[in-house]
């Protein structure tokens, strides 16, 4: 199993521009998961779903669109990129949610985004 | 609302030596509570998790043993290698999302 997988691992972009990252798990999880990772801030929720076809806005929304089209991926779409979306972006997933209570959530490598 | 309140890093420590981090939360009623792990250039893992008011997790020589009385899941290990330098994270969970802290880093020198 490759587990949590995130393509691409690096992007440069001008503001802007818009792209689309990619999430794929192979563990038939139902809910997954976008984070935003910035120095002294710890981790940030973006938007998550709780299954194939349903999002949920987190903490940190704007600026950011996603998609669960098929299980087993999630998108993380920017539309306009700027310079405060300069970050790294993890993708997790979890067979239950983690307000269940005994979940865990298994994370990919990361992207690394920055917008010029 | 419910937050996560962990130690500000770096934590530099020479091999052998006792960790411990710490871990405070807000919440409502009992969530479950996470350790997770982030080595250089990777995503996080997690180390240990404990489910319920007492619970102790463990895991690689770490342990964290969830406090309802302090709010509290301290992460301790007895002895750290070079191999623990890594960003550690608690987390608490609840209504389908962990909250994380803000992550301490910790540096171990031989």
């Known amino acids: 199993n490759a587990g949590v997988t995130q393509t691409p691992k690096f992007r440069v972009l001008k503001t802007g521009q818009s792209m689309t990252l990619l999430c794929a798990q192979d563990m038939n999880h139902e809910y997954m998961y976008w984070y935003r990772q910035d120095p002294g801030m710890g981790l940030r929720l973006i938007h998550y779903?709780?299954?194939?076809?349903?999002?949920a806005k987190g903490e940190v929304p704007d600026g950011y669109n996603v998609s669960r089209l098929k299980k087993q991926n999630f998108l993380l779409g920017l539309e306009s990129a700027a310079p405060s979306q300069t970050s790294v972006y993890f993708c997790?997933?979890?067979?239950?949610?983690?307000?269940?209570?005994?979940?865990?959530?298994?994370f990919g490598p990361g992207t690394r985004l920055t917008v010029l | 609302g419910d937050s996560v309140t962990q130690m500000e890093g770096p934590v530099t420590l020479s091999e052998e030596a006792f960790l411990t981090i710490n871990c405070t939360y807000t919440?409502?009623?009992?969530?479950?509570l996470f350790w997770y792990v982030q080595y250089p250039g990777e995503g996080l893992q997690l180390l240990l998790k404990?489910?319920?008011?007492?619970d102790k997790g463990s895991n690689k020589g770490f342990e964290a043993t969830y406090r309802k009385e302090t709010t509290s899941f301290h992460l301790e290990k007895g002895s750290v290698q070079v191999s623990d330098s890594a960003v550690y994270f608690c987390?608490?969970?609840?209504?389908?999302?962990?909250?994380f802290g803000t992550g301490t880093q910790l540096k171990v020198e031989l």
């Open positions: 779903s709780v299954g194939e076809g349903t999002t």
């Open positions: 987390a608490k969970g609840g209504g389908n999302k962990l909250t």
């Open positions: 997790a997933s979890s067979y239950l949610g983690s307000g269940s209570g005994t979940d865990t959530q298994y």
């Open positions: 919440a409502t009623g009992y969530p479950s």
């Open positions: 404990a489910t319920k008011a007492d």
